[in-house]
């Protein structure tokens, strides 16, 4: 079964660092997302991307973060200048979209910032 | 953000026994339900769906309820199984495509 698959499973930066989280999406998925969760907190959107451009973005996805899908399959998260309270499971997801509103996750990239 | 809620931190039920899962919304723009389960260091798992325009919606096991009046839906498991344990999420859709909007999660145990 067709599954999403993130690396690293674990990034441990310092704060001020640069990270790229990265993602593969299904491969006849058409729109693509990034959420994440603080320890203790719910499931929050970060920004949403379809036909190569930003379709959707929360108040928590500012200048220092961007996505990119730089080849045909990855799906990346950059952050630019790492914060403490940037710490958090990230979870990539994609969705087929012309049908159905499921959304598939990944297992997860656990991003410690020291 | 309170747009999606479950009230309920956690749940213990009986093998064999019927689970129920709670979920209540506030944004009557919401179209598309789903829950999600989650274990420990997994992504969440998508395991079943409702539209807006229905008012159940049954999948083996899982059978999810929604009230648009009372802006409430829940999550019947029958039987439960101990497999079952995990943290289960409501999240909400306003379009298709768009972002989805998680409640806090509730923890179900199933005790053997």
């Known amino acids: 079964e067709p599954e999403v698959t993130q690396t690293p499973s674990h990034q441990v930066t310092q704060m001020g660092q640069e990270v790229i989280l990265r993602c593969v999406p299904i491969s006849n998925h058409l729109y693509f997302y990034w959420y994440r969760q603080i320890l203790g907190q719910k499931v929050e959107f970060l920004v949403s991307f379809y036909n190569n451009e930003i379709s959707e973005k929360s108040e928590i996805f500012d200048d220092q973060f961007s996505v990119e899908r730089p080849d045909g399959s990855n799906f990346t998260l950059k952050i630019r200048s790492t914060k403490l309270e940037d710490s958090a499971m990230y979870f990539c997801?994609?969705?087929?979209?012309?049908?159905?509103?499921?959304?598939?996750f990944g297992p997860g990239t656990r991003l410690t910032v020291t | 953000d309170q747009q999606v809620k479950q009230n309920s931190p956690s749940l213990s039920v009986q093998e064999g026994r019927i689970s129920i899962l709670n979920c209540d919304y506030t944004n009557s723009m919401f179209d598309y339900f789903l829950w999600y389960k989650k274990y420990p260091a997994e992504g969440p798992t998508f395991l079943i769906s409702i539209s807006s325009i229905k008012d159940k919606n049954e999948d083996g096991r899982f059978t999810v309820f929604l009230n648009k009046s009372a802006k409430h839906l829940s999550l019947h498991i029958v039987p439960s199984q101990p497999g079952d344990s995990a943290v289960y999420f409501c999240a909400a859709s306003v379009f298709l495509g768009g972002k989805l909007t998680f409640g806090q999660g509730t923890i179900l145990t199933v005790h053997p």
């Open positions: 997801a994609s969705s087929e979209s012309r049908e159905s509103y499921e959304q598939y």
